[in-house]
């Protein structure tokens, strides 16, 4: 069965080309400059793909996506029909719930609950971060391969992003040397990842404090802190005790609530005010009832246990998919060490990641998302989400190590 593959390959370019061409601006606009258009996250072309494949009957193995297989806790889940039944169902403060501010600052030693703010999940938070400390003009060093949001928001405030390449022979690890070079005058911020998104490299605290020393603010995403693979727990970017780290974070992937919308960020003392200020006009607060649901899953006893569960068996996946693609021929240049995807190598077969994740999934129902997402060094690679657990990990690769070989 054929799903198309070379059209949409044809499509995904050419809707790219078309939303920036500036043939299509209309006179009405004449006197607006052209809407300014970030890259697209190709990756959503390949789940409009796999949608279809699906309503047309294939049976998709879908490792595409970034969220987590399990639903919410259910004590979490009632916790928030509670809230939604007997409220509160107003607005918050912009800085957000205080008794979830303060489980928050808990975990963060010597934060206090005032420099807790808390938003409609990680990604406005990114933004507001970033807000806080970037101006028009100004740089901000970003990893490549790495998160695609981060230097989609440095533009967006007008700003240039500096990319640092991680190479594969060092582990995709962020070399010091590589990241001074980058510096400028008018670098302002570092943006890592730690686990980080796609590489599933988690940082030291050695590493995080070096690169701290180096920039004048380090913005530390750790919404994977805590899916880790080593026995050791890794500890917050926020316990350097640097004073010019942010720490942002999550609720969508340690407690597989993406679409609660729930994140936060635990700012310096300097610019929790700036960041209030901003979030007050860009979001005012996010719900109230979702953010009971958070403290729930802050200090509910049951929660870590359930949290245990979850990473024994995502341990599982990512052993099983491991296995799997090498047997496929697939290298992964560095096994993730936090996260919860592989970033597999498949320059042997490609050099264009959108084409050949399109080509997979049609001949295999195996959805992967496109290297390309991740920056320029992406064309070579594709990443596997094993969120979905082991069974889906081992079908998958064992599908692929099928068609690879009559390839
Ligand atoms: C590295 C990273 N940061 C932030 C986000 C967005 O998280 P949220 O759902 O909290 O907005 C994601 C989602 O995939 C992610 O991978």
Redesign the pocket.
């Known amino acids: 069965m054929s799903y198309g593959v070379r059209s949409h390959v044809g499509y995904c370019r050419d809707r790219h080309r078309t939303l920036q061409s500036p043939y299509e601006w209309p006179m009405v606009f004449s006197m607006l400059p052209e809407p300014r258009m970030l890259p697209p996250f190709y990756v959503m072309e390949l789940m409009r793909a796999a949608d279809e494949a699906e309503q047309r009957g294939r049976d998709v193995l879908h490792m595409e996506v ?1 969220e987590p297989a399990w639903p919410p806790p259910t004590v979490v889940r009632e916790s928030l029909a509670d809230a939604v039944r007997s409220g509160p169902w107003g607005y918050t403060s912009a800085l957000g719930d205080r008794e979830l501010r303060a489980a928050i600052a808990e975990q963060y030693p010597g934060a206090t609950d005032a420099q807790v703010l808390v938003s409609t ?3 406005p938070v ?1 933004l507001l971060a970033l807000a806080c400390v970037v101006r028009a003009g100004d740089e901000v060093i970003v990893f490549d391969p790495g ?1 695609p ?1 981060v230097p989609n928001f440095v533009r967006l405030l007008g700003a240039q992003p500096r990319v640092v390449t991680l190479r594969p022979e060092d582990g995709f690890r962020p070399s010091l040397d590589a990241v001074r070079a980058a510096r400028s005058a008018r670098t302002r911020a570092l943006v890592v ?1 730690s686990p980080a ?1 796609p590489t599933g490299v988690t940082l030291t605290s050695e590493e995080l404090a070096a690169l701290a020393e180096t920039m004048p603010c380090l913005i530390v ?1 750790e ?2 802190r805590g899916i880790e693979y080593a026995d050791a727990p890794v500890a917050s970017a926020w316990a350097l005790d640097a004073g010019n780290v942010i720490v942002v974070d ?1 609720f ?1 992937k340690k407690y597989a609530m ?1 679409g609660f919308r729930l ?1 936060y960020g635990v700012f310096p003392p300097a610019l929790i005010r700036a960041a209030e200020n901003i979030h007050q006009s860009m979001v005012i607060s996010a719900s109230p009832f979702v953010q009971k649901a958070g403290l729930t899953a802050l200090t509910h006893p049951d929660i870590p246990s359930i949290r245990r569960d979850w990473m024994s068996q995502l341990a599982e996946a990512r052993g099983v998919l491991l296995d799997g693609l090498a047997q496929a021929g697939i290298p992964v240049p560095s096994p993730p060490e936090g996260a919860f995807y592989a970033l597999a190598d498949v320059g042997a077969f490609t050099n264009d990641s959108l084409a050949f994740a399109l080509e997979l999934l049609d001949a295999t129902g195996v959805a992967a998302t496109p290297g390309v997402d991740f920056g320029p060094s992406g064309s070579r690679y594709l990443r596997f989400s094993f969120a979905r657990g082991a069974d889906v990990a081992r079908e998958a690769t064992a599908r692929i190590a099928d068609w690879l070989s009559a390839r």
């Open positions: 970034g999940g990680t990604s990114l998160y949001c990842g998104n995403d919404i994977y999550g969508s993406t994140g």
